[in-house]
């Protein structure tokens, strides 16, 4: 069993930057793909970028690339976001998940992401 907990959410403004942090439990937190995931009001929630257990992979959305940063301290077991030149249009609710394989099998609570224009 994992546990996460996302935080670092809040208002900002367009252009500017935050990083989210996702915190999690467990003792094998090293042996999973961490991913981030957002949804935006009246929206399906949608892929942002993942990373692979040691961190040496990482894949991003399009939507993301080049302006957002994926990393992750194992020995702290958190997975950072950084994200930066921040738009209106990334206004969301910001989620970490977990997996072995397959399915997404863990998932945060979510942090608000607001970006004012």
């Known amino acids: 069993q994992v546990q996460l907990v996302e935080s670092g959410g809040g208002l900002v403004q367009a252009g500017g930057s935050l990083r989210l942090s996702c915190a999690a439990s467990?003792?094998?937190?090293?042996?999973?793909?961490v991913g981030w995931f957002r949804r935006a009001p009246g929206k399906e929630r949608e892929f942002v970028v993942q990373?692979?257990?040691?961190?040496?992979?990482?894949f991003y959305a399009d939507s993301v690339k080049g302006r957002f940063t994926i990393s992750r301290d194992n020995a702290k077991n958190t997975v950072y976001l950084q994200m930066n030149s921040l738009k209106p249009e990334d206004t969301a609710v910001y989620y970490c998940?977990?997996?072995?394989?397959?399915?997404?099998?863990?998932w945060g609570q979510g942090t608000q992401v607001t970006v004012s224009s």
């Open positions: 467990g003792r094998t937190f090293s042996s999973y793909t």
């Open positions: 998940a977990c997996r072995n394989t397959g399915a997404w099998d863990y």
């Open positions: 990373i692979t257990r040691s961190g040496g992979s990482t």
